[in-house]
């Protein structure tokens, strides 16, 4: 069985190897989390479905062996109430549970350890139906910086593609800590980059916390994954994950574009609706 797993495995792309998730077609994970959780999550697969088996494979034996055969007629035998049956049927399942939970729970607890001294942190503010972004210099706060984007918006060429180039970019350096604030300033949000398989949601009156260290460069989609109305389809972003280099330069470019301070948490929902054009950038505080 172990020689016919190996060979059914060899042929396995890298993502077929970690369940399909997104993020995992390369041997590098992307943040330092991808291991944890695509561990959690092959092995929940796993353990279900061979659970799986084991019930349908006697669902389809009992069906087989006490099914009616010619010439029988009347009811079959009628089985009274077993108690050791009754204790199994009730055990196993509460020990898969707890096991879900456990492993779950440490895995969670692991992931939402917060970071003694995060080398980057950054404010993210949801609104319908775009992103704002306060990179906060605890050292110096008045050196801090912010962008304000808009809702996605199309390509001019009527192909109903998503211009991309428009889109609000979160910029991160690599191989550094980062601590992500996460509030929303209307309804409620939720902050998903899809190739770091962690969300969070954002609540109105209510400071969530994101922290993690993004492992390999390059540009990654995220979008808002909680209903949060008309436009909530357009509300998406792009995360780049560059070089600390990179990364300086860009807050560098923010505080010659003159976007010093901080955006607040004023309800400000964002009104320009596709191909119209966008509202004219609000006032930041602590200017």
Known sequence: MAVGLVIALAGCTQQQMNGWLPGT?????????????????????????????????LIIWAAIVYRRRKGQTGLPVQMRYNMPLE??????????????????????????????????????YGKRWAWDFNYIDKDNPQDSVYYQGIQAQEEENGSGA??????????????????????????????WVIDFL????????????????????????????ELCGEYHSLMLFQVKVVSDSEYQQYLDTLR?????????????TNTNEPNNQAPVEASSENK
Not at 99 to 122: H, Y
Not at 163 to 170: G, Y
């Open 87 to 124: 204790i199994f049927y009730t055990i196993v399942p509460l020990i898969l549970v707890l096991g879900f939970f456990a492993f779950t729970a440490k895995d969670q607890s692991a992931i939402e350890k917060p970071f003694d001294d995060p080398d980057a942190t950054i404010h993210v």
């Open 256 to 268: 010659e574009q003159g976007k010093v301070g901080l955006l607040g948490n004023e309800y400000d």
């Open 25 to 57: 077609e390369e041997t590098k994970d992307v943040t330092n989390h991808t291991s944890r959780i695509v561990g959690l999550w092959t092995t929940s697969w796993i353990v279900l479905l061979a659970v799986g088996l084991i019930v349908w494979g």
């Open 162 to 191: 998503i211009d991309e180039s428009q889109l609000p970019t979160l910029y991160l350096p690599v191989g550094k800590k980062v601590e992500i604030e996460l509030s929303s300033r209307d309804v409620d949000h939720s902050f």
């Open 198 to 225: 962690y969300k969070k949601d954002m609540l109105p009156g209510k400071t969530n916390y994101e922290y993690f260290i993004p492992q390999k460069e390059g540009t990654y989609q995220g979008k808002c994954a």
